[in-house]
């Protein structure tokens, strides 16, 4: 294994990527110092206080502030004056017609560009377009300054756990000597590492995500089949899984795929192949599957309610875009219940760790008063708490009787124990059909 060598650090942006980044990096041994221009943010991550819901990074951010490996300063300037390597985690978000926009990235390679040391590293850890790693290093002007691609595969609510024992490490770069100088930095780790040239590192993350995104679409589309067909997408999924050609992950049905990566990635990745001329059918196909699988949710909820959410009372469990996080960044859940809205429905909404104000709905704190009076309840994000509600109360608090299930989260026999009915995906005898 290369031994790896304690090293000066920057780290640009404090988001969910860049904290989790320089608090993992700093628990590694190395000295980190995480850049931010937003002063109060600063300042609160200095006295400890961190404001993403991430198991164990708060823990990271005070330990490596105690051990004097880990500091936080106003300003990427700030920041890069004798680091060795610098991580650009600046956010790239979806642009006009579904392109990434880079001005951030831009924007901090203009501002170091004079006060970067000699022979520093420059690591883009965003998710960039193919070819971005060329741009920086243009925008920089700097000969002695090299780019490499080091792209994130970190997951909301187990980032500290992903960063830490990762499946591999992608570096790439067209200097092979600093990306074997940035792939050590992570030697501790004792994860297979792949070298390869800045494009193909570039085009690693957007693959993978549009391959998980396709995964998650086709599951869904699935799901849809089983309800008409007769079959349970429950058992289709567990049939599926034990194929290692396929494998288990990602084969959950539910309402749709969204997140900070998944969205803007697949919407990206298109306008990268429509540059260069290729029409990738697939990926586009993959989107609207997405809009599909919403839509058939607000359809499960309006046959719960008659055919018509015109003034009815809905209630809803979750809006994050997933358990174990308050991201609510392109969430389907957030999509469906805003879907709901459009089409008449008064919702009041309860998640544990959204504390809003959220447009469009009641958001209250407590989910007993978030199903009082529904017509419908539905289920948008699969917290645990979710589970051990009491049936019985809801039951007796609600004016109708139906619980639409959009991730096949809960026990249809508890809800069935409770005079309720149990409306789930993929399941051909709780389908859309039985309300209509």
């Known amino acids: 294994m290369t031994r790896m060598f304690a090293r000066r650090i920057a780290v640009v942006g404090t988001g969910y990527v860049g904290l989790t980044t320089g608090a993992c990096l700093a628990s590694l041994g190395h000295r980190v110092v995480c850049a931010d221009v937003d002063q109060l943010k600063v300042a609160r991550l200095r006295a400890g206080q961190v404001d993403i819901l991430e198991p164990g990074l708060a823990e990271l951010v005070v330990e490596g502030q105690a051990a004097g490996r880990l500091e936080f300063v106003v300003g990427a300037a700030a920041a890069v004056a004798d680091a060795e390597v610098v991580f650009f985690c600046l956010p790239t978000p979806m642009g006009a017609g579904g392109a990434a926009d880079l001005s951030a990235v831009e924007s901090v390679a203009a501002e170091i560009s004079d ?4 022979g520093a590293i420059i690591v883009t850890k965003s998710t960039v377009p193919v070819g971005t790693s060329g741009r920086v290093r243009a925008l920089l002007g700097r000969e002695d300054v090299a780019v490499v691609s080091n792209p994130e595969f970190l997951r909301e609510g187990t980032a500290v756990r992903d960063f ?8 790439g770069s067209d200097s092979p000597s600093a990306a074997e100088r940035v792939a050590a930095l992570f030697a501790k780790l004792g994860a297979p590492t792949v070298l390869m040239d800045a494009a193909s590192a570039e085009m690693v993350k957007y693959a993978a995500n549009c391959f998980l995104a396709m995964k998650l679409s086709y599951v869904n589309a699935v799901a849809e089949l089983c309800e008409l067909l007769g079959a349970d997408i429950e058992s289709v999924s567990e049939g599926m899984g034990y194929d290692k050609r396929i494998g288990q992950s990602f084969l959950r049905p539910g309402p749709g795929w969204g997140g900070s990566c998944l969205p803007k990635d697949t919407h990206a990745m298109v306008q990268i192949a ?4 290729v029409d990738f059918g697939l990926i586009r196909s993959t989107i ?12 499960k909820v ?7 959410l015109a003034g009815v009372r809905i209630g809803v469990l979750g809006l994050a875009f997933k358990a174990g996080t308050n991201d609510l960044r392109d969430s389907p859940a957030l999509a469906v219940a805003e879907q709901l809205v459009l089409d008449g429905a008064e919702l009041t909404a309860f998640d ?12 209250v704190d407590d989910p007993y008063q978030a199903v009082k009076g529904a017509e419908a309840v539905v289920l948008l994000t699969d917290w645990p708490v979710f589970r051990t509600l009491d049936w019985t109360r809801v039951a007796e608090l609600m004016d109708g009787h139906v619980i639409v299930d959009a991730r096949n989260h809960l026990d249809a026999d508890a ?9 789930g995906v993929g399941r051909a005898s709780l389908g859309v059909t039985q309300f209509s």
């Open 115 to 118: 006060v970067l040391p000699y």
């Open 164 to 171: 830490l024992h990762p499946d591999r490490i992608v570096v």
């Open 274 to 277: 429509e540059a260069v001329g």
């Open 288 to 299: 609207e599957a997405n809009v599909r699988a919403q839509l058939r949710i607000v359809d």
């Open 302 to 308: 309006r046959a719960a309610c008659g055919g018509s």
């Open 352 to 363: 544990p760790e959204v504390t809003g104000p959220v447009a469009g709905m009641l958001l």
């Open 415 to 423: 809800l069935a124990r409770a005079g309720l009915l149990h409306s």
